[in-house]
């Protein structure tokens, strides 16, 4: 329960999300399946793209990071489908093929 707590304080975007991101860190690739599930919960755009963006590091080794990039490159914000891109660029070949370049990510 702990887990998700900290979670939604990135999710929410609060004063103690590094703080909160910090205990989350350690927890490695495992912490990327709490991240997919808050990401709905997420109302403003700076919450989620701060999941999208603690998503990243995980993209090659987690299925749930790679999950939620592709979930956010349908966002409606601009900033998180820009950070799904990067995500998208992290997961390189080693979690399946890419067939659109950054290029054509962010003119979407």
């Known amino acids: 329960m702990e887990i998700r707590r900290l979670v939604g304080e990135i999710a929410a975007d609060s004063s103690a999300a590094e703080a909160a991101w910090q205990v989350l860190r350690g927890l490695g690739p495992g912490v990327a399946s709490y991240l997919l599930d808050a990401y709905p919960t997420a109302?403003?755009?700076?919450?989620?793209?701060?999941?999208?963006?603690?998503?990243?590091?995980f993209a090659?080794?987690?299925?749930?990071?790679?999950?939620l990039g592709l979930r956010s490159l349908g966002d409606k914000s601009h900033m998180i489908r820009c950070r799904a891109c990067m995500e998208r660029n992290a997961g390189g070949s080693q979690t399946g093929s890419w067939l659109t370049t950054v290029g054509s990510c962010l003119s979407s």
């Open 60 to 67: 090659r080794a987690s299925e749930a990071a790679y999950a």
């Open 43 to 57: 109302k403003r755009w700076q919450g989620r793209t701060a999941l999208v963006f603690h998503a990243i590091r």
